[in-house]
């Protein structure tokens, strides 16, 4: 009766066990709600061992273990926001001149009026923009601010009586240097002498303040993050050897940059940060990485865009894209249903956020097969475990914008695999899905097989489907002879015989 209860009891507290996921994937495949859409300027706190979010575009999404999100609809976030307890009071800023305050992370939020500067806009207060209030260990806050375009960095002390009056002349931190050319606007930082500093971040670690900002503008891919280090709030500061902190140019994941930093449910660091989209200029995703420290003190952190381990991961290993650029002329295997002038397939699997795939408008179910396998018969025929899947999904009218009175995007899919390309099994069954999602990340059990094949089953048919990006993530497993044998000639020295020959 004993081992009865015991067992009971222990399979009881199994089936109670939170599940955390193993691994994530950027962009982060954050849920969309009424009022609420993950669109950059990202600012996660920890309060009570969860953790809440707050973007550009509304609401506020919960975790508790930085990769599972839930949103929450919150009133009254501004573009950029900034929530900061102090006192046992949440309060919330950003891109507003007035302060707000609440009982709790979630609102509702009060108004408590316009931050009280008595200092001439030459002093650097130009209005509320991308404020961001720090707590010091001694309780004392302090506001830090962009003054626009080049003029970089400003800090000031705030009354602890009333956060919105300052409590003496703000102090400029650092500026816009032409020397830091990943700081210069453009897409190849050809503006030496425009820029534009933003979306300030304060972190303290082992008695250095690090503060992080934004460069060269949110309409580049050349967004960048870097920071500065000073053993005082208001500084002096010195520019990090090491910097940008965050860049990326490249692939899907490019323009990273004006986010926050969290300490994790495992003890590390957790950078959250803008994703800047091809096309068009300024359509945004979250993206999140591991922020480490060497011996000198100095932040790193590796900008990703393959599954990765989640905080809370046992033992989840990173895996590769084994399914870009595979819809060329000489994989004559892989094929999708349908398409439409000037949006081919092919561009779902381009790994670039500026094109993307439109199936024929009648198509009820557009699917698309993707042969793993090297392009011609004479290769061998290369086979993958697979584990894992991404999908951007567009709309075809500006490419992942969406209006704030659209339906929300509920998208059904399923990925299913073959050895033969006919025989197909499911790995990922999505048909029911019910969660409104622009970017989804799918984790499984690796499979071995040659071909991917995924099937749209539902999406909001007031709106045309697209497919910015497909991408099955997976490691090499093994090969099958190639369908036709060739010949393997060696070349011989020259000095020696050739065999048969006299």
Known sequence: MKLKSFLTAALALAFSAPMFAQRYCNPLPMPIGNGGNASGDVTVIEEGGKYYMYCTG?????????????????????????????????????????????????????DLGPFKNTYAIEDGWNGGFDTKIFIDDDNVPYLFWPGRGVSGIYGVRLDPNDLTRFLEKPTHLFGFNPMHAWERYGEKNEYPGVAWIEGPWIEKR?????????????????????????????????????????????????????????????????????????????GRRIGMDKITFDEDGLMSCVVTDTPQPAPLAKDAKPSIPVTINKMRAMNALSKASSEQPGYPAAYAVDDYSGTLWLPAEDDKEPSLVIELSPAT????????????????????????????DAPLPVYQYKLEVSMDGENYKTVVDQTKNNVSKDTVFDDFDPVTCRFVK??????????PLGIIDFTVFGHPAGHLPAAVATPVYFQLPADRPIPGRN
């Open 58 to 110: 509304g609401g506020a999404w919960v975790s508790d273990n930085l990769v599972d999100w839930t949103f929450h609809q919150v009133e009254g976030i501004p573009v950029a926001p900034d929530v900061v307890k102090y006192n046992g009071k949440f309060y919330l800023s950003g891109n507003s001149d007035n302060l707000f305050v609440a009982d709790n992370p979630l609102g509702p939020f009060k």
């Open 206 to 282: 082992n008695g250095v303040y690090y503060l992080e900002y934004s460069a060269s503008g949110t309409q580049w891919k050349t967004y960048a993050e870097g920071y500065y280090t000073a053993t005082s709030p208001l500084g002096p500061y010195s520019y990090a050897p090491n910097n940008p902190l965050l860049r990326k140019t490249e692939g899907l994941v490019t323009g990273t940059a004006h986010g926050s930093i969290v300490k994790g449910p495992d003890g590390e660091y957790y950078q959250f940060y803008t994703i800047v989209l091809s096309n068009p200029p300024g």
């Open 377 to 404: 018969r004479f290769d061998v025929v290369q086979l993958f475990d697979v584990d894992g899947m991404r999908i951007l999904f567009g709309n075809g009218r500006g490419r992942g914008w969406r209006s704030m």
């Open 454 to 463: 995924l099937t749209v089953t539902n999406w909001p048919k007031n709106t």
